[in-house]
């Protein structure tokens, strides 16, 4: 929740960028279509367009910590029942999926960075890159995710009544709960997920905004990640993961360069920045550590239902 203010301060009382501020006007924005890449005509400067992806952010949050179990209640069924209730409440899923999406992106780069496999890097006018940072994970989780994935599970639920259909844009997973045979619906959708993935992936190599081959498997992986999460619990909670791994990331390297005339790129930052970075790193070992558990647990309790069934037979 820090974040926001510190952003709000970066994008308006600070000299980020010698060519762009709070009031440059900003003709027409960049949406994803797939990816195909289409200017939609939207007035505005960059402080309000940035604004206004805060104020969405926020509404999500709120949204996501209403939804599922209370925190409180989530975090005493986690003691009594296991971890794993922590991912009833859908603030807490998406907190937890922040962080072992950060951790495993990194050990994917530090892995081929040791490997000599070039990622890159994004480079360009910092108030530019900043607010494009913040607006990336709505156009594009809404490009990757919702037109591609959200529009196969709309179809493979079209014979279904209006409200599942419908909802499938939101949440896909929508699309065949209740249904006892989910097979053809999840291959659908499933091809969707893939195919979006590979997709979001190539897309950062031929943009031209400074990533190298090494960052394909990255961008696939957090393609792959953040679909599940569409599918799983809805596009807000995709935008948010998405929105922690793009602004969370990277606001304090900003407002570091903005008051302290720190390059945002700089290895070494100032305190806050490397609070920042620690508490995602931290937060991504445990939450790594937590679905590594969860999965290993669930398939050994699977093969052991399904050697049970097989001693029955």
Known sequence: ???????????????????????????????FLGPLVQAVPIGGSIGSIF???CVVYAAMLLLATLQGSSLPRSMRRAFADGPGALFSNTLLATLLSMGFLYFTILVIDTVET????PVGGLSGD???LFASLTIAPLREEFGFRVLIIGTAAFLVSIAR????TLRAFWRPSASYEGVQRVGA????????????SVMFGLLHIISGSGWEIGK??????????????????????????????????SVFAFFGQGVYGIP???????ILQNVAVLDLVVLGLASFLLVVYLGLRHYLRERSESAALGVEV
Request: aromatic share 20%; no cysteine.
């Open 51 to 53: 604004a206004a992806a």
């Open 126 to 128: 910092a108030m530019n």
């Open 114 to 117: 040791s490997g000599g496999i």
């Open 216 to 249: 394909l498997p990255e961008a696939t992986f957090a393609g792959v990640v953040l679909g599940y999460l569409y599918i799983r619990y809805g596009f807000h909670v995709a935008v948010l993961v998405h929105w922690g791994i793009d602004y969370f990331g």
């Open 185 to 196: 619906p999840w291959a659908v959708i499933g091809f969707a997920l893939l195919a979006s």
């Open 161 to 164: 009544p209006a409200g599942p």
């Open 264 to 270: 945002w790129t700089a290895d070494n930052g100032y």
């Open 1 to 31: 929740m820090i974040s926001f203010p510190f952003g709000f301060y970066t994008v308006f009382f600070t000299s980020l960028s010698q060519t762009f501020t709070a009031s440059t006007p900003v003709p027409s924005v960049q949406i």
